[in-house]
């Protein structure tokens, strides 16, 4: 069982720099694609950030695109997501996954969050304007 555990959430002001980091245990982690969704407040969990495997390939949501970085370090066995420039509608639980990879290929899309085979347990991020 892959265990993910995400950190660095927290109060910060629009305008401002948050990283989080996601940790995981477990697994090979270099055999798994990485990403990030979030839930804000009154609405359904959406996808962020994906990155994969190899971290040759990340793709991003619209919202987000310009504004946050993902990247991974499979020597240390994490993924960050640098989330600069940020917005009160940023504000939301932010949650890291990770999809298994079979022979260096993904059968499903990483930007659904159906396809991803686990789950950390979430970091808040508020963004006080």
């Known amino acids: 069982q892959v265990q993910l555990v995400e950190s660095g959430g927290g109060l910060v002001q629009a305008g401002g720099s948050l990283r989080l980091s996601c940790a995981a245990s477990?697994?090979?982690?270099?055999?798994?694609?990485m990403g990030w969704f979030r839930r804000a407040p009154g609405k359904e969990r959406e996808f962020v950030a994906h990155?994969?495997?190899?971290?040759?390939?990340?793709y991003y949501a619209d919202s987000v695109k310009g504004r946050f970085t993902i990247s991974r370090d499979n020597a240390k066995n994490t993924v960050y997501l640098q989330m600069n420039s940020l917005k009160p509608e940023d504000t939301a639980v932010y949650y890291c996954?990770?999809?298994?990879?079979?022979?260096?290929?993904?059968?499903?899309?990483?930007?659904?969050?159906?396809?991803?085979?686990?789950w950390g347990q979430g970091t808040q991020v508020t963004v006080s304007s």
């Open positions: 996954a990770a999809i298994k990879v079979v022979a260096g290929t993904l059968s499903r899309s990483p930007l659904r969050d159906a396809s991803y085979d686990y």
């Open positions: 477990g697994g090979t982690f270099s055999n798994y694609g």
């Open positions: 990155i994969t495997w190899s971290g040759g390939s990340a």
